[in-house]
C-alpha cells in the first residue's frame, strides 16, 4: 500500500494521498467524537485525491466506523476519487461487513495478490543486486528465493543481510555463508518441510530414475551425475549431518558427500545449464 501511494505521488507529485490503517481511522473516529472535532476528522479523510486503507476488514462489526467510511467512500467516489483497500479476504467473505459497503467494495476492481512465485523471486534478487551492483553468486540467490517467500522486503533485506555479513565476516559470499547469515530469519517450518527423501523423489524423478538406484552401487554416469546433485541439494536445503546424507544414498561415506557437493559447487560457476537445472530442481522441491 505505501508502494502504491509513493508511486502515485511520483507521478503526480500534486497529488493529496492519505494512507490509514483501518484499526488508525477507527481510533481517530473515536477521538475525534470524544473531542468534538468531527468535521475536522471528516475534512482529513474526504479531501483528497487518493485514500488507501490497509486492513480494511477490521471495520467489520464496528457500527460507527462503518457509517462514517460509508459517507466518506461516497463522497469520495462522486468527486471522482480514488479509493485503494486491501484486505485478507474478498468483501463477500467479510462477514460482518454491512451490505452496503460489501456492494460499493465490489464496484471497483478486486486483484488477489499472491505472494512472488519461484522465478519471480529470483528476478527480484537479480534486479536488486544490478541497482546495488552486488556481486552475488546465482546459487545463493537460488538459496534465498527457497527459504525466503512471503514478500519483496523480506527477500532484498535477506539478499543486503548476505551482502554485509560477508563484509563483516571477511567472507566469500556461498551458501554456507547465506545459511550462516539467515539462520536466524529462515523458519523451522520450511527446514523440516525438505527432507532428503523428498529431494531424492524429484531427483531421481528429473533425470527418469528410482530412488533405489541413488542407493545402489551404479556408478555410471546417468546415475552418479543426478546422485550428487541430489546429495548437493540434501546439504544445501536441509540442516542433516553430512555422515546422515551419507546413510541416506546407500551407506556411503561423509568425504563422498564432500566430494559431490564440492565438485557440484564449482560446476555451477561455470556451467549456465547446470545452474537452470539446480534452480528447476529447487524450485519442485520447496514447492512440494
Not at 549431518?241 to 561415506?253: N, V
Amino acid at each position: 500500500m505505501h508502494a502504491i501511494g509513493h508511486y502515485i505521488q511520483n507521478i503526480n507529485p500534486k497529488s493529496k494521498v492519505v494512507y490509514v490503517s483501518s484499526e488508525k481511522f477507527t481510533n481517530e473516529l473515536i477521538n475525534s467524537i470524544k473531542d468534538d472535532k468531527n468535521e475536522e476528522f471528516r475534512s482529513k479523510y474526504r479531501n483528497v485525491d487518493v485514500l488507501l486503507i490497509d486492513d480494511v476488514q477490521f471495520i467489520a462489526g464496528k457500527e460507527r466506523t462503518q457509517e462514517e467510511f460509508f459517507h466518506t467512500f461516497n463522497t469520495l467516489h462522486e468527486a471522482s476519487k480514488q479509493i485503494i483497500l486491501s484486505s485478507d479476504r474478498p468483501p463477500k467473505e467479510i462477514h460482518t461487513l454491512e451490505d452496503r459497503l460489501r456492494s460499493r467494495f465490489e464496484w471497483g476492481l478486486i486483484a488477489d495478490i499472491q505472494a512472488p512465485d519461484f522465478e519471480t523471486r529470483i528476478a527480484i534478487l537479480k534486479k536488486k543486486a544490478d541497482v546495488e551492483n552486488l556481486n552475488v553468486p546465482n546459487e545463493v540467490m537460488v538459496y534465498i528465493a527457497t527459504h525466503i517467500k512471503s514478500n519483496i522486503r523480506e527477500l532484498e533485506g535477506a539478499l543486503i543481510r548476505i551482502v554485509a555479513y560477508s563484509s563483516l565476516t571477511n567472507k566469500e559470499i556461498s551458501v554456507e555463508l547465506a545459511s550462516e547469515a539467515l539462520k536466524d530469519i529462515i523458519s523451522n517450518k520450511n527446514a523440516k518441510q525438505i527432507t532428503i527423501e523428498l529431494i531424492q523423489d524429484i531427483v531421481s524423478s528429473y533425470y527418469g530414475l528410482k530412488i533405489d538406484d541413488f542407493k545402489s552401487s551404479r556408478r555410471t554416469r546417468n546415475v552418479a551425475f543426478p546422485r550428487q546433485i541430489a546429495m548437493y541439494l540434501s546439504r544445501k536445503l536441509t540442516d542433516t549431518s553430512l555422515p546422515k546424507i551419507g546413510e541416506e544414498f546407500g551407506g556411503r561415506d561423509h568425504t563422498t558427500v564432500i566430494h559431490a557437493y564440492e565438485k557440484i559447487s564449482q560446476s555451477l560457476k561455470k556451467d549456465d545449464s547446470l545452474q537452470a537445472t539446480v534452480a528447476e530442481l529447487t524450485k519442485k522441491i520447496s514447492q512440494k
